[in-house]
């Protein structure tokens, strides 16, 4: 979970810090990051929606993006999980030369399935003026659709020029599939274990940035964001290019040489499955709303709150946080903990909303039971 930073800023003026807010690696950061989260989201609540509909109508296996299992983390998974990415990020700050050809095959592989997986709706549209589009055909260790085996294909070839390459625009691909993959593929029961689980990596964030220094004498998390690996096929090949992982999007600007943006995957997938998760339930409550339903609070009755769904309310606040974000790198000239800024704005005023409006006692505990069934305490 890396933070965008400027590489050897060297201010013109005072106003520097202005200006490079509507520069073009800013620019792309905040549209990439925004797009990636509405559109994963998207993709869980389709999948889901999939999965419903075939579980009514039919027993059948369906195609291999929705046979594959959503994963829905519970309390214990959320309070435990920064903990277990600070063994893995100690891991790779002390055994990376060591173990750099392991993460960088292990990379490529899920980096593969990744963006198979972000290909395949592309692929569907393609392949579906075929005849035998839905027909399953026998390829490598399962059947698959013609689509899946397309979209699979392609996938391959991108991986393929990456590693030979080492191109920062094909890593920044990849790393769109990622986290699209994950944002669609997890997903957050309650707004309980959101708090538990956003509130840990806040922490984790924040330590690893501000005060490994003076434990590791090194900003552990920066070094590990900005270290290349060794290229698998340097083997073969003489001179192949060090491979830079696709944990972060890294987008140079284009009207300064040297300098560029950078965010960690984390500060995109973490609070996106907050998003994922009010969307889902945005969806639920339309689904199952009823016209003898009690009336809004008197608070919010025929306001703007009552209109704005939680969806909107936490991608306006994930918008504000990482501009808070990319301001506080510009001022202070180092880097930043992202989620510092991105929890807040996210989960603060979705918290708020729910409180306005009534929902909250139910996001925070059981927020996809029926009115008429009793919640959990």
């Known amino acids: 979970m890396n933070r965008p930073e400027r590489l050897e800023a060297v201010p013109v003026n005072e106003y520097e810090w202005a200006y490079s807010l509507v520069d073009s690696s800013r620019i792309s950061t905040f549209l990439i990051s925004i797009l990636l989260i509405v559109y994963g989201s998207f993709r869980s609540l389709n999948i889901e929606e999939e999965k419903n509909q075939q579980g009514q109508s039919t027993n059948e296996n369906c195609s291999t993006a929705s046979t594959i299992g959503q994963h829905t983390i519970d309390t214990t998974q959320a309070m435990f999980l920064p903990i277990g990415a600070s063994v893995s990020l100690l891991v790779m700050f002390f055994f990376f030369d060591s173990m750099q050809m392991v993460f960088a095959v292990c990379t490529a592989v899920l980096a593969t399935v990744a963006f198979a997986f972000l290909l395949l709706p592309m692929c569907q549209y393609i392949m579906g003026n075929c005849s035998s589009s839905s027909t399953k055909i026998p390829f490598a260790c399962g059947r698959f659709t013609s689509a899946e085996i397309l979209s699979f294909c392609l996938s391959v070839m991108l991986v393929f020029m990456w590693v ?100 960690g995957l984390g500060d995109i997938v973490m609070p996106g499955l907050l998003l994922c998760f009010v969307l889902r339930y945005d969806n639920w409550k339309k689904a199952e709303a009823n016209p003898t339903d009690l009336p809004p609070p008197p608070l919010i009755r025929g306001s703007l709150a009552q209109k704005v769904t939680y969806f909107h309310c936490s991608l306006i606040g994930y918008f504000i946080g990482l501009l808070t974000a990319t301001v506080s790198s510009e001022v202070y000239k180092n880097a930043q903990p992202a989620l510092l800024y991105l929890v807040p704005f996210t989960l603060l005023p979705l918290v708020v909303m729910a409180y306005l409006k009534g929902d909250l006692k139910r996001m925070w505990h059981e927020p996809f039971v029926k009115a008429h069934q009793p919640l959990e305490v």
């Open 164 to 263: 030979m390459t080492g191109h920062w625009l094909l890593m920044d691909a990849l790393a769109m599939g990622l986290c699209v993959t994950m944002i669609a593929f997890v997903r957050l029961p309650s707004l309980k274990v959101s708090t538990l689980l956003l509130t840990g990596l806040l922490i984790y964030d924040v330590f690893w940035v501000f005060f490994s220094t003076y434990i590791f004498n090194a900003n552990v998390m920066v070094r590990v964001a900005n270290r290349p690996a060794e290229n698998p096929v340097g083997i073969l090949v003489k001179d192949a290019p060090r491979l830079s992982l696709p944990g972060k999007f890294v987008f140079p600007s284009m009207h300064s040489a040297g300098h560029f943006s950078m965010l």
